[in-house]
């Protein structure tokens, strides 16, 4: 893994995501949350210094087609940066790799520049939940609108994409083997993309399984008329 190119990781994921669409098909509903990966080893100076472990840590948010259950797009870093300006990377990349007619995310996106992207670039509907507080004004076109009319039946599709980050971990682990930070990221994509592939695998077996077990049609006999 450590040899393979950046870049290859990106081409992987987009060849791994048209498994799973016809050509111009958009996904319905796109939701991000973010996740983490520790690695494995500790940092032995601040361990040495301060006699408690410390393990690096690396914030992974991912963008899920809710209906097809498939990773389209991931933003990764060492640093624990704010949940919108992962999401404004993650969304322009998930954009690019499939289009979505709507971004589902909790309130920890609660964001006027994720809404004004989001319908005024991407072209697509945004729901987030507000971070109301008792007697605040609540500022912006798109977070005002949220405020009066909330579809709480799309938004629940949310809880998809914690469904897969849970799935992700409990079969690949949560911990990286990798020592360097460059080959903790590709570990981590590693597993997404995996994670995507397996998923494929298990759908063509499902399939074959099912036609091999449909009862053939007792009645059919050939019949010849002269």
Known sequence: VSRIPSSWFNLILSRTIKLFYSHGEKAFITAIDATGF?????SHYYSRRTGKLRRS??????????DKKVILGWKISQKTDHDVKHAKTLIRQSNKLRKSECYVMDKGYDSEEIHVLIREEIKADSIIPLRVRKRKRINGKYRKQLHIEFDKITYNRRNIVETIISVIKRKFGE???ARKLRNQVKEVKVKLIVY?????VIEI???????????????NFNIKFT
């Open 57 to 66: 840590f690396l914030k992974t948010s991912i963008a899920v087609d809710t």
């Open 175 to 177: 911990t990286l083997r």
């Open 196 to 200: 995507n592939i397996n998923k494929k």
């Open 38 to 42: 520790t690695s494995s080893y500790a």
């Open 205 to 219: 077996i499902y399939i074959k399984l099912r036609i091999s077990t449909e009862p053939k049609n007792p009645y």
